[in-house]
């Protein structure tokens, strides 16, 4: 599978501009399809509490295999999404889907695990956002407190005051707020503190680099001790290693994300991966 995804990438890198024009066009009328027909699903991955070795978190991550081009990964088609404005209704199906697996979680096995869900930043401006949210919150039953939504440094760009207001809203009733990919994009210490934000993502570009360099080392210790002085919750996105997982321990990194504990999966095994962090964070700090 992840030769398959190699080959394309290339493949899709070494075309010209039309023919990238076309892969465009066929992805937007595959979407418009795939939307109708359903056919979109979601991953989901766990952010776990180093304090405590639990779950406080499952992120949603859309995937989507079409029967000719094979999977198409969110880093492509979202933006495509985004610009076609279909982002608005995928977002939408998105929010139901999970928002109603996260009040099966909360009601039968896990009742304190929040659900995260990435939100682009045009869906966020659309005036309707914060009813949508509303809305499914009470057709799905899922607390509001148990809602944390993930956004990017994007979302800033412009209109700062509308975003704030909206975010706002809805930490007033409250969902959590999250800000996602810390590090990548334009946020100011500024934005961060003026912000209603509950937690902080620090990018997995930082965490990759962490083995190698201790100049990166100490860059993502600082970014926790930062997070920690604005009255923040950290979590460490893309740890791959058992040596990144001590290191983040170690400077007191509140949660972790990455495929130490597994690759995204489909609802139905987030039991499974979860016995598996909970063996191996065990195995890790008891014994
Ligand atoms: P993100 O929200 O920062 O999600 C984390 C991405 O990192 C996911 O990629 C996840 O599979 C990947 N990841 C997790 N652990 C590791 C690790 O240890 N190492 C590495 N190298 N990667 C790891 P994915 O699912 O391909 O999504 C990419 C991006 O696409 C997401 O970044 C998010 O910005 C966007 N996206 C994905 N699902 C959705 C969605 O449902 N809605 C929206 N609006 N955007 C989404
Ligand atoms: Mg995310
Ligand atoms: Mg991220
Ligand atoms: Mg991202």
């Given at each position: 599978k992840a030769k398959a995804i190699g080959k394309n990438n290339i493949q899709f890198f070494s075309l010209d501009m039309k023919q990238t024009m076309i892969r465009k066009h066929l992805i937007e009328r595959k979407l418009r399809a795939a939307l109708k027909d359903q056919k979109f699903t979601l991953n989901y991955q766990l952010q776990v509490d180093l304090s405590t070795g639990k779950t406080r978190a499952i992120e949603a991550l859309i995937r989507w295999f079409d029967k000719d081009l094979g999977i198409i990964e969110p880093s492509e088609f979202i933006p495509i999404a985004e610009e076609t404005g279909l982002i608005v209704q995928i977002g939408e199906w998105i929010f139901e889907n999970a928002c109603r697996q996260g009040a099966l979680w909360n009601a039968n096995c896990y009742p304190d695990v929040l659900i995260s869900i990435n939100v682009s930043s045009i869906q966020l401006k659309q005036s309707n956002f914060s009813e949508m949210v509303k809305r499914i919150l009470k057709e799905t039953g899922?607390?509001?407190?148990h809602l944390e939504l993930e956004i990017t440094e994007g979302v800033l760009a412009d209109s700062f005051e509308k975003i704030r207001s909206i975010l706002e809203g809805l930490r007033s009733i409250g969902v959590k707020i999250s800000m996602d990919?810390?590090?990548?994009?334009?946020?100011?210490l500024n934005y961060l503190k003026n912000l209603p934000l509950n937690t902080l993502k620090i990018d997995k570009s930082f965490i990759k680099n962490m083995d190698e360099d201790s100049v990166e080392k100490d860059i993502t210790g600082s970014i926790v001790s930062l997070v920690h002085k604005l009255n923040l919750e950290v979590v460490a996105e893309g740890v791959e290693t058992k040596s990144q997982l001590d290191y983040l321990k170690s400077c007191k990194c509140d949660n972790v994300q990455g495929y130490l504990f597994g690759r995204p999966v489909p609802a139905e095994r987030v039991q499974d991966l979860m016995t598996n962090v909970s063996c191996m964070l065990l195995d890790r700090w008891i014994n």
């Open positions: 899922l607390e509001p407190s990919d810390f590090g990548t994009g334009y946020a100011s």
